[in-house]
């Protein structure tokens, strides 16, 4: 077999040079950058700098803060992520069934996708607000009182409640999606074997949901770790204090407002490596276990 | 084809002409912090300034929050596009003044220019918080505020009761017949600048080492005192009984139930008057901030909040005269005291402080002179100010913990204990930051 190819070399690096630009200058350069602020120590106008080595990187793991916040990240990830991801998949499964008015169930459930993160953070302070919000006084009829933005718990409880619920509609439109792909004949054939649809779903119908679902997963954590940033701003209202924040809300805390370029950088460094991690399991495991027909 | 030829060149030819009158005059510009009613008083100031005379013209542009305008302040200068007066607030002061070169004295910009300057001139209380160690004046303060006390006048003449001059009082007296008569005693509006910055300087006890932070070399916080530590342990023990309530870290959260009517007293900025008068659902009056009589008997004056306005370096000569002008605009007596009563901010000079009183503001709204009384009180040893690296992280610490201690996680023992080591840590951090 001819292999079609260029004749000159020079040819597909003119083709690729805007694409190569445009990620040289708005990610390795910053990236680069960072990388190097990580090991030094900088006044914020650029007058003086100290090398530090590893420094910043020692003390943010010794600081019994910031691992409080790396842990409160992970567990806020994962609740975000199975929440989202569960209800998402019950609401879709259910939708695949209506027959009658399924473009008006579907565009409701949709609806939501449309609603940015910090709007989404401020509808979570009007909700869970701790003078009248209606959350707040329906869990005082149950006889707790819940108050954003005084007890950790109840704010971080607040932050998977608005972060969950603004990422189901995305969820729900792959699911939905990836459920009509699915053969008849195979669910056709599946129904004559086994009678339970409970059987039938986690037999058949997951597996070959599989692929969609991986591809969520790996979504879903990129974006309770990096896109619920507008929200948990808008729930703390800039003044974290002693609530609950994930780590690129500290990156924004330490960098933004505090001007520590140095232990801000390291930290974005650390984020760095974490996307790094993500990204190759995620190609790893596409390649070996998920099998899209 | 032809009309549009004639379009080009006649919006060009207009262009130059703008362009030209434009040369006439300096622009400055004028990068703040300052929204909603506040922002339309700057824009006013600048207005004014620029009708008042014909050479200079400035722009004021809203960047954001206090954190926000700093840090834009900061990115523009690296990349030399510096505004020519920057906004900075009272915890950036450290950051903005250590990096030298950064800005040019006030003090120094009005003498090149002709302007005289006597620090004198400036109320006691607002002097020396932007000023070096040497007490040159690097920021011209702006919008000054400090912490006092707000009351709602029908709560207390319910519970018969007076604003309570001691924490002692408030304590066995004014806090149990306020909740007694059905209302939150106490609320506040901010536990960094009120419960700590401003306990130290009431009752002059030293913030920090090497002279609050001023001089040269390694500064280490002084905030793990006992005094201290014993005002929160009181704050706590309030807390619980129900005479004193926290709404979280929230300026506005705390603020909201005093102008709703539950809390009765509730201290905040001697620049909230303005926005209280608008808000407020009942009567309202104000007083100094209380003291602990067990600690001093002899109460001071407290820091100055709020920011100063610094005058970014790189700029040229002209430009420099012409922020130069402006700040001798706005520091005459006339438009002191026109932001004065718009905002509640207190005037800078004695001379706007002076024709406020000809005027008889004070007697139409006595509250409206706390904060520039409490400014004008005896100073001390430790009430000029402080001088602290990373502060805005050394608050964000505060506030976590002081959380942490009232909602049951931490004890005050603790507590002050991490605020000493994270805010050393940093402190440390910062000075290599300046190598």
């Known amino acids: 077999m001819k292999r079609a190819g260029f004749n000159h070399f020079g040819l597909p690096v003119m083709l690729l040079l805007p694409q190569l630009i445009i990620i040289g200058v708005f990610f390795y350069w910053p990236a680069a950058y960072a990388l190097r602020s990580s090991f030094f120590l900088e006044d914020p106008f650029g007058f003086g700098s100290t090398f530090v080595g590893v420094d910043n990187y020692t003390d943010l793991f010794g600081s019994a803060q910031y691992l409080k916040v790396a842990g409160f990240t992970l567990g806020f990830t994962f609740l975000v992520t199975f929440l989202s991801l569960s209800i998402a998949l019950l609401l879709a499964v259910k939708a695949d069934k209506v027959i009658r008015g399924t473009r008006v169930y579907r565009t409701l459930l949709m609806w939501v996708y449309a609603v940015a993160p910090p709007v989404a953070g401020f509808l979570g302070v009007m909700v869970f607000y701790q003078g009248n919000g209606p959350m ?13 933005g005084v007890n950790y718990y109840d704010t971080a409880a607040a932050m998977v409640v608005v972060a969950t619920w603004n990422h189901i509609p995305v969820n729900f439109i792959f699911l939905l999606s990836g459920l009509q792909s699915i053969p008849q004949s195979v669910k056709e054939a599946a129904l004559i074997d086994n009678r339970s649809g409970m059987r039938r779903f986690w037999d058949i119908t997951f597996p070959l949901l599989a692929p969609t679902a991986f591809f969520l997963l790996i979504i879903n954590i990129t974006y309770a770790l990096f896109d619920t940033f ?6 703390v209202k800039g003044e974290p204090g002693n609530n609950p924040m994930t780590m690129v809300y500290k990156v924004y805390v330490d960098g933004f407002r505090g001007n520590d370029l140095g232990g801000s950088s390291a930290q974005s460094v650390i984020l760095m490596v974490l996307v790094l991690v993500l990204t190759v399991f995620q190609f790893r495991v596409m390649d070996r276990r998920i099998h899209y027909t | 084809m032809l009309k549009k030829n004639l379009l080009a060149a006649a919006s060009m030819a207009m262009g130059m002409t703008l362009s030209t009158a434009a040369f006439a005059e300096t622009q400055i510009t004028w990068w703040h912090a300052m929204g909603g009613a506040l922002g339309d008083t700057v824009n006013q100031i600048a207005t004014d300034f620029n009708a008042s005379q014909s050479e200079y013209k400035i722009t004021p542009v809203f960047k954001g929050t206090y954190e926000e305008a700093l840090t834009a302040g900061i990115a523009a200068f690296r990349a030399g596009e510096q505004p020519n007066v920057l906004q900075v607030f009272d915890a950036g002061a450290a950051t903005v003044i250590g990096a030298k070169g950064a800005t040019v004295p006030v003090q120094d910009l009005l003498a090149d220019n002709g302007i005289d300057f006597d620090i004198n001139d400036y109320i006691a209380g607002v002097r020396y918080f932007y000023a070096d160690a040497n007490g040159k004046m690097i920021g011209m303060p702006f919008n000054s505020s400090t912490p006092i006390m707000y009351y709602n006048v029908e709560a207390l003449e319910k519970a018969g009761v007076t604003p309570p001059k001691t924490w002692e009082e408030f304590e066995t007296v004014t806090a149990p017949a306020l909740k007694e008569a059905g209302y939150i005693p106490l609320a506040q509006s901010h536990l960094p600048w009120i419960f700590t910055e401003n306990f130290f300087s009431r009752h002059n006890l030293p913030f920090a080492t090497n002279d609050n932070g001023y001089g040269d070399g ?21 807390k619980d009984e129900g005479l004193f309530e926290w709404f979280g870290a929230g300026w506005n959260d705390n603020q909201k139930p005093f102008e709703e009517g539950k809390v009765a007293i509730w201290l905040g900025s001697s620049g909230s008057f303005g926005g209280l008068q608008k808000t407020a659902t009942m009567p309202f009056s104000a007083t100094m901030l209380p003291y602990w009589e067990a600690v001093t008997k002899e109460p001071k004056q407290t820091f100055i909040g709020g920011a100063a306005l610094f005058a970014m370096a790189g700029k040229s000569a002209e430009e420099n005269k012409a922020t130069a002008e402006f700040f001798r605009y706005m520091s005459s007596p006339e438009v002191q005291l ?8 207190v005037p800078i000079t004695e001379a706007a402080y002076e024709l406020a009183k000809t005027e008889g503001y004070y007697e139409e709204k006595p509250a409206a002179e706390v904060g520039i009384q409490q400014l004008s009180l005896p100073a001390g040893d430790n009430t000029k100010g402080y001088r602290m690296g990373f502060y805005v992280q050394i608050r964000d610490v505060m506030n976590r913990e002081y959380g942490r201690i009232l909602t049951g996680e931490t004890t005050v023992e603790e507590a002050f204990a991490t605020i000493e080591k994270e805010a050393n840590d940093l402190l440390a951090r910062f000075n290599k930051t300046q190598g």
């Open chain 1, 230 to 235: 507008g929200m948990i701003d808008a729930l």
């Open chain 2, 338 to 345: 026109m932001w004065h009563k718009q905002t509640g901010y």
């Open chain 1, 136 to 148: 707040t006084e329906f869990l005082a009829m149950l006889g707790y009182e819940f108050r954003l």
């Open chain 2, 218 to 238: 390694e500064t280490k916080i002084l905030v793990n005192s006992p005094e201290i530590k014993s005002h929160f342990t009181a704050v706590k023990k309030w």
